[in-house]
């Protein structure tokens, strides 16, 4: 699967960029659609696999794992437009796919050297259906804070380039280096929660919180809530901000599944670890469909500074939602049930293999 995913992606994304040969409309936007269904697909498996491979190879240090890859996340957030610029201005369209395609499956060789599996667990879960994930009221509250939270990475690309262009006359190159930023900050700061939510296990859902009061601040700075003077340097701290929230939010919500599925019934072993990573991804892709045209609607009618309200308000129906889920984990508590909040990340007895 890791190896399938891999090598899927980076053939769709070399067959994607042969699309310029084609003429004909229609054909081109089919072609296009299936082709990122395709990207899409390799994309998803990678990721499932890599995610639940992980958990059992580094039990210990999953968390600080996780902040890596959310690290990884951040940087293409940050550097992926810029790249696909410059290649696309230096050799052409063709050429720029290939090369990406190129170089996302260049570590399959080495994947396979190294022939990375992941080894059985010695315990059984019975099976499960997703449906019962899914009405188990914690996880669907923590899957909407983390699809709330990918919404906003989405939602700020689409609006600030042309802010940016029209308020403070940028060129482009220097709106990208400041739409940037966010990414950047999310790179950065995701390996910091991850450190942090491995070295203290039971506060996970506190990290969230901090997580949501960061965004808070970052979309007052950016938005009229504090009623500053527009700016390059505002904007810039802003995005900072939200993009350190919500890495705080992403790495502290996976594991905060992973807790709430074992609490549901679906145990430590690479079914549950599988289930939560694709849950995770989901978030994301769903983030994708929803925050740019939501954000676009609301440029349209609102402007730029009004349309950043809606950053505040939604992270402001996230901490109500964090808040409740507060309130059920000190339910539980009280009533002396299982709390996640007491137990360990991971508790896989079994031992890796390569």
Known sequence: MLYGGVVLEGVAICVFGTLSW??????????????????????????????????????????????????????????????????????????????????????????????????????????KS???????????????????????????NPILEPFLRHTFDLDSDICGYVIASVGISYALSSPFWGYVVSKYKTLKVYIVSVGLVIVLIGSAVIGPLMNLQPSVTFTCIGLVLIGAGDAAIAVAGFFILIDESNVAGFGNDEVATACMAGCFMGADAIAGIIGPPVAGMLFDKFGYLDATLYIFFSTSFMVLLNISYIMVLARREKLGLVNMETSPLLQSKSKPTL
């Open 130 to 156: 997703l449906l019962t994930l899914f009405c188990h009221y914690p996880v669907v509250i923590n899957l909407f804070i983390l699809i709330l939270s990918y919404v906003f990475l989405k939602f700020l």
């Open 22 to 127: 084609i003429q004909d409309l229609n054909t081109f936007l089919l072609l296009s659609g299936i082709i990122r269904l395709i990207e899409g697909l390799g994309f998803s498996a990678y990721f499932i696999a890599a995610y639940t491979i992980s958990a059992f190879e580094f039990t210990e240090k999953f968390p600080i794992i996780i902040g890596g890859y959310e690290m990884c996340t951040g940087i293409g957030l940050a550097a992926g437009a810029v790249i696909g610029g410059l290649l696309y201005q230096v050799a052409g369209y063709l050429i720029c796919f290939l090369v990406i395609g190129a170089i996302v499956m260049m570590p399959v060789p080495i994947l396979y050297t190294l022939g990375i599996r992941c080894s059985k667990t010695e315990e059984s879960v019975e099976n």
